[in-house]
């Protein structure tokens, strides 16, 4: 019997362990979004509109970091012309 009452105290540890893992995530989930709306504001992103603002945020995310602002800025247009002519 004692195991069954283990098993059951260690079910109800548990259970009580992921309820405060979960009140962290959203805990930790609010600061995230200060953070990036922190970083956000005055950038000029702040009157894209909430969806317009979600599908830059999607594709970019897609992109990655480095290729992103490669293509956002022409940095790697420039890079490959700069290539294309030292080849020539």
Do not use: W
């Amino acid at each position: 019997m004692p195991r069954n009452r283990s098993a059951i105290v260690a079910l109800q540890k548990l259970e009580a362990d992921r309820e405060a893992l979960d009140a962290r995530q959203r805990e930790l989930e609010v600061q995230a979004a200060r953070e990036l709306g922190e970083i956000i504001l005055g950038s000029g992103l702040e009157s894209f509109s909430k969806k317009g603002l979600r599908q830059v945020a999607e594709e970019l995310g897609k992109l990655g970091e480095n290729a992103a602002i490669e293509k956002l800025t022409g940095r790697g247009a420039t890079r490959a012309s700069n290539a294309a002519a030292r080849t020539q």
